[in-house]
Every structure is written in structure tokens, then in C-alpha cells.
């Protein structure tokens, strides 16, 4: 018997260097799956090697937001292409959180590898130039309820943005927008009894109104990308519901650029369809131990290396 469970592909932030190492005789099938992905990219950012960065870095490249997106992409789906290579289960649906979301969609069939790789490096080059480098800020809230951090913001826009973008579990969101405003909402927020709000180390106010120019042009290269129907249910974070036609996966995958991250409600809306379990494929434990705190019923684990893969594999396994 096999428990139902979700695959979940997590975005920026998760990247560290050498976040692909440790998957003994399975490593060929990921050093591939990053060596076609660098192909895909020559045309837009010239002789590339992935691998090579996810290996030795440096930090500071793969922390830019237009090598992070194709690095994240492709370390999910590596980490997929070894779980299905080694028999793992269908899951019952896939998510991904942000930029995970252009993950999930290969995983699920609905996008060629190589175009996805080429649209999140697009991706994240309209992002940073949507916003000067230093006119944006993001911060983590823990503590609060949402309604309460959500009020904050209105209170502390003035005539600049601040807004409640990610809502990663009971406790725990983030905020984002000009960099002055957010540094009011912080204020505010530590006055209204935060337990801690923690600037994020990145220059792009994702998930912010603030993107929403950068989202009308990823409209634009959308357009000339082959989307099909997914194979694998996918519960998109602007509404945490599926769809299944391509132009409206392209809408959600634009929506999401400039609205908030549904997390807890995608989460929720796996374990409706039947989820009893998690596995995040990619570096990191990030969205495993969000799950967690969403359900603390819910089993979460991480597929980041050989070890973790096979106890992934066993845990799935009763009876």
C-alpha cells in the first residue's frame, strides 16, 4: 500500500553552493539534467555552465535572481528525474511555491525543460529590472496573524507599497514592496508584538504589486511558449486550484508575478484532493517544514540527495 502524497518544487532561496552533491550512482542523471539545461541557455546568456555554479559557485551568482530561477528549476527537476528513475510513485498533485510553480509544470508535462529553463532565466531578469537594485526589500513576520499584518501594511504604504505576499503558514508571512515602506511596516509590526521580522537578503520585491509591469511582459514571452494540458494535477499559488488549459496557466503563471503566494491554502487544497504526505524535490527543507507547521499530521520530507531519497521512498511504504 502506498500513502497518497504531494510534490512540492521549492523557489528562490532554497539555493545554496553545492546543493546537488551526495547522489551517489544517481549523480550522472543529475549532472545530465544540468548540462542540457546550460545548453538551453547558451543562446541567452552565452556559453554557460549550471553545474558548475550549483557546484563551486560563487554564492554571489547564483544569488542573482536570473541564474537562481534556472538553478532552482533544474535542481527540482533533476531531483524528479531521479525519483522517477528509480520507480517512486505518481503523486496525486504537485505544487510549487513561486518560482517552484514552473517546476511543478515540467514535472507534470505541461512545459519542455528547455523552454522553461529559457522563460524563468527571462523571468527573473524582467523581475530585476522591474525594481532599481536597493529600491526593494522583503521581510519575514513571525507571529502574527494575517489580517494583523495585512492592516499593518495598509497602515505604514503612505504613498509607497508594502503588502502581504507570501502566506507560508499559520504565523509566518512575508512582506514586500519599497524598501522604505517595508522598513515602516517592520516598526509597526514589532509594535503590534511580532516575535521577529527578519529582512530577506534579495532585491526584488517578488510578489508585489510592484511587479506587475515585469508580469505584462512575461505575458508577452508566454505567448510563444508551448504550454499542454498537465498530466499531473498542479494547484497554482494565486488561488490554490488547478488548471488545466493553457491559456489559463499561462494567467495564473502571470497572475502570480504581482499577487500574493497562496501557501497554507495550496497546501490545504492537496490534502482535499487526498494528500496525506509531502515530498519536496530540490534543495532544501524549506516548504517540507512549512507543511508541518500548516498540519503538523502532515508527513513532509525532503528528496535533496540519495539518503533522503530512499527514506522518502520507505516512509511512503505501509502494510
Same mark, same amino acid.
Given at each position: 500500500m502506498q500513502i497518497p502524497f504531494a510534490a512540492v518544487f521549492p523557489g528562490q532561496g532554497s539555493q545554496s553552493v553545492g546543493m546537488m552533491g551526495g547522489w551517489g550512482e544517481r549523480q550522472a542523471l543529475v549532472e545530465a539534467t544540468f548540462a542540457e539545461?546550460?545548453?538551453?541557455?547558451? @543562446?541567452?546568456?552565452? *556559453?554557460? =555552465?549550471?553545474?558548475?555554479?550549483?557546484?563551486?559557485?560563487? $554564492?554571489?551568482?547564483?544569488?542573482?535572481? *536570473? #541564474?537562481? /530561477?534556472?538553478?532552482?528549476l533544474t535542481a527540482g527537476v533533476a531531483a524528479w528525474?531521479?525519483?522517477?528513475?528509480?520507480?517512486?510513485a505518481t503523486p496525486l498533485c504537485m505544487a510549487g511555491h513561486s518560482l517552484g510553480e514552473y517546476t511543478a509544470l515540467v514535472c507534470a508535462g505541461a512545459m519542455e525543460f528547455s523552454d522553461a529553463v529559457r522563460v524563468?532565466? $527571462?523571468? @527573473?531578469?524582467?523581475?530585476?529590472?522591474?525594481?532599481?537594485? @536597493?529600491?526593494?526589500?522583503?521581510?519575514?513576520? &513571525? @507571529?502574527?496573524?494575517?489580517?494583523?499584518?495585512?492592516?499593518?501594511?495598509?497602515?505604514? /504604504?503612505?504613498?509607497?507599497?508594502?503588502?502581504?505576499?507570501?502566506?507560508?503558514?499559520?504565523?509566518?508571512?512575508?512582506?514586500?514592496?519599497s524598501a522604505a515602506a517595508v522598513a515602516r511596516a517592520t516598526l509597526l509590526l514589532q509594535d503590534k508584538g511580532a516575535k521577529r521580522v527578519l529582512p530577506l537578503p534579495v532585491s526584488v520585491p517578488s510578489h508585489s504589486s510592484l511587479m506587475?509591469?515585469?508580469?505584462? /511582459?512575461? +505575458?508577452?514571452? &508566454?505567448?510563444?511558449?508551448? #504550454?499542454?494540458?498537465? /498530466?499531473?494535477?498542479?494547484?497554482?499559488?494565486? =488561488?490554490? +486550484?488547478e488548471h488545466v488549459e493553457p491559456d489559463a496557466l499561462r494567467a495564473a503563471l502571470v497572475s502570480q508575478l504581482y499577487r500574493p503566494v497562496l501557501w497554507v491554502d495550496s497546501v490545504r487544497a492537496m490534502q482535499a484532493r487526498g494528500a496525506q504526505a509531502v515530498l519536496e524535490f530540490g534543495p532544501g527543507k524549506v516548504l517540507a517544514g512549512l507543511s508541518k507547521r500548516i498540519d503538523k499530521a502532515l508527513a513532509a520530507y525532503p528528496v535533496l540527495d540519495e539518503v533522503s531519497l530512499a527514506q522518502a521512498m520507505q516512509v511512503l511504504k505501509v502494510g
Amino acid at each position: 500500500m502506498q500513502i497518497p502524497f504531494a510534490a512540492v518544487f521549492p523557489g528562490q532561496g532554497s539555493q545554496s553552493v553545492g546543493m546537488m552533491g551526495g547522489w551517489g550512482e544517481r549523480q550522472a542523471l543529475v549532472e545530465a539534467t544540468f548540462a542540457e539545461a546550460s545548453r538551453a541557455l547558451e @543562446g541567452a546568456l552565452g *556559453e554557460f =555552465d549550471l553545474w558548475a555554479l550549483a557546484c563551486d559557485g560563487p $554564492e554571489s551568482e547564483i544569488n542573482r535572481t *536570473e #541564474i537562481t /530561477q534556472p538553478l532552482m528549476l533544474t535542481a527540482g527537476v533533476a531531483a524528479w528525474r531521479v525519483w522517477q528513475a528509480v520507480g517512486g510513485a505518481t503523486p496525486l498533485c504537485m505544487a510549487g511555491h513561486s518560482l517552484g510553480e514552473y517546476t511543478a509544470l515540467v514535472c507534470a508535462g505541461a512545459m519542455e525543460f528547455s523552454d522553461a529553463v529559457r522563460v524563468v532565466a $527571462e523571468r @527573473g531578469r524582467l523581475m530585476q529590472q522591474a525594481v532599481p537594485l @536597493g529600491a526593494g526589500a522583503m521581510a519575514a513576520v &513571525l @507571529g502574527l496573524d494575517d489580517a494583523v499584518v495585512m492592516a499593518v501594511c495598509a497602515e505604514a /504604504q503612505g504613498d509607497e507599497i508594502v503588502e502581504a505576499v507570501n502566506f507560508n503558514s499559520p504565523g509566518q508571512v512575508v512582506i514586500a514592496g519599497s524598501a522604505a515602506a517595508v522598513a515602516r511596516a517592520t516598526l509597526l509590526l514589532q509594535d503590534k508584538g511580532a516575535k521577529r521580522v527578519l529582512p530577506l537578503p534579495v532585491s526584488v520585491p517578488s510578489h508585489s504589486s510592484l511587479m506587475r509591469d515585469a508580469a505584462m /511582459q512575461m +505575458a508577452k514571452v &508566454l505567448e510563444d511558449v508551448e #504550454i499542454r494540458r498537465p /498530466q499531473i494535477p498542479v494547484v497554482h499559488n494565486v =488561488d490554490a +486550484a488547478e488548471h488545466v488549459e493553457p491559456d489559463a496557466l499561462r494567467a495564473a503563471l502571470v497572475s502570480q508575478l504581482y499577487r500574493p503566494v497562496l501557501w497554507v491554502d495550496s497546501v490545504r487544497a492537496m490534502q482535499a484532493r487526498g494528500a496525506q504526505a509531502v515530498l519536496e524535490f530540490g534543495p532544501g527543507k524549506v516548504l517540507a517544514g512549512l507543511s508541518k507547521r500548516i498540519d503538523k499530521a502532515l508527513a513532509a520530507y525532503p528528496v535533496l540527495d540519495e539518503v533522503s531519497l530512499a527514506q522518502a521512498m520507505q516512509v511512503l511504504k505501509v502494510g
